[in-house]
């Protein structure tokens, strides 16, 4: 982040969460529209590119942006596309900044499985990295070929079985509601993730995202638009499989064991401060009167600290122990529209209040962006009286 962006507010909160972006692939995904390209692991760009994040970790840390920073995610792209030089570079520049002990930072590697080699687990492992999130999105060969996936569902397996020569922490991301994958295909995949012997699996509806190869095959006919219901009643599929296999749904779209929750996913839904760095990474500033997003040295949201309340409402909705009464309480009291709307989202079954909370349903998880944006909405909304939610 620059100087000047940093300077916008004047006494920030502390960061408690850093994001490490990596623009490079092996090749780009038919639905990707990420911040990415297809670049050769030892083309001149990426070396350069690495070479300028050791600078941007370096002056982070003598600046004190890092002191109190709990969880590092290294994401992309594909970070283990850097190749073992360029990635070793990167992370032993990362364990001189901070404090990377596992008994207080949780550092995450995003990893591909044509990239994911025994060195590479070994040597991120020594170097401070304690969890391994690895991209299958599916393992059904025809699904991963329409997808344009650069790896099988076999080179798959091998990387979880490599991840977990060192790691014990290791996600597998899964996609569902794919074109011309049915139910049965995706079962197969939470079952193979399952067996693989993973400790958490996170499983995203395919999104179709406008420009990109796969939406362009959607439009010309070659390939059928990814249905709502089929999205749905994978998502429940799933979740059957993996609650009997010992995981439990903590976040929208992420399962766990006991003890293997992501805590940089928490750091996003509970408005933990975060930095990041990299071409197109989003750094989240606050102090007592105002919320910034900065990307790229340009500010790209600024929002009061009462918007923010609201904001922080809707993001605890991301998780299945939603936010509290106390913080709900205070986002009424700035904008009181919010307890009618609340309850009007209860009394359709999207969320429900138990145990000083007020907790997403099965119903509002499936119909996600209608509740956030109804819940964010209340921002705009003009003030009112106070509704009976916020008496104290």
């Known amino acids: 982040m620059s100087r000047a962006a940093t300077s916008l507010l004047a006494s920030h909160e502390p960061f408690g969460a850093l994001y490490i972006h990596i623009p490079f692939c092996k090749k780009r995904c038919s639905y990707c529209d990420f911040s990415t390209e297809a670049v050769a692991c030892d083309d001149a760009a990426v070396r350069t590119y690495v070479e300028r994040l050791v600078v941007e970790l370096f002056r982070a840390s003598r600046t004190g942006e890092l002191s109190q920073v709990e969880t590092v995610y290294i994401g992309g792209g594909t970070p283990t596309h850097l190749g073992l030089s360029n990635l070793s570079s990167l992370l032993y520049a990362l364990s001189l900044s901070m404090n990377l002990s596992p008994d207080r930072c949780e550092v995450t590697m995003e990893a591909n499985p044509e990239s994911l080699t025994d060195r590479i687990v070994c040597d991120a492992w020594a170097m401070g990295v304690n969890r391994l999130s690895i991209g299958v999105q599916s393992f059904d060969d025809e699904v991963l070929a329409l997808l344009g996936r650069a790896h099988d569902a076999e080179a798959a397996r091998c990387a979880i079985e490599a991840a977990r020569l060192r790691f014990d922490n290791v996600s597998c991301d899964l996609m569902c509601g794919i074109p011309g994958q ?24 395919l999104s179709v995202e406008e420009g990109t190869p796969l939406a362009r095959a959607i439009e010309a ?18 979740e059957e499989l993996l609650v009997a296999a010992g995981f439990h749904r ?9 003890g293997f929750e992501c805590r940089h996913n ?27 997003r900065v990307r790229d040295g340009a500010v790209e949201e600024r929002i009061s600290a009462r918007e923010a309340l609201v904001e922080d409402v809707m993001l605890g909705m991301r998780m299945s122990q939603g936010p509290s009464e106390a913080l ?27 145990d000083g909370r007020w907790r997403p349903t099965d ?4 119909c ?25």
């Open 368 to 392: 996600g962006n209608d509740l956030y944006g109804r819940i964010l909405g209340c921002a705009q909304a003009p003030d009112g009286p106070a509704g009976p939610a916020e008496a104290k």
């Open 221 to 238: 006919g070659e390939v059928p638009d990814p249905d709502g219901d089929t999205q749905a009643d994978h998502m429940r599929a799933a």
């Open 328 to 354: 709900v309480s205070r986002a009424i009291g700035a904008f009181p529209h919010l307890h009618g709307e609340l309850e009007s989202l209860a009394a359709q079954g999207y969320v429900e209040r138990a």
């Open 250 to 258: 903590y976040e929208v779209a992420s399962y766990a064991k006991p």
């Open 182 to 205: 049915d139910e049965e295909s995706l079962r197969r995949s939470v079952e193979a993730a399952i067996e693989a012997g993973v400790s958490h699996v996170s499983v995203y509806p």
């Open 266 to 292: 928490r750091a996003y839904w509970t408005g933990v401060p975060y930095l990041g760095l990299g071409t197109s990474a989003v750094s989240m500033l606050q102090n007592e009167g105002e919320r910034i």
């Open 363 to 366: 119903a509002g998880w499936l």
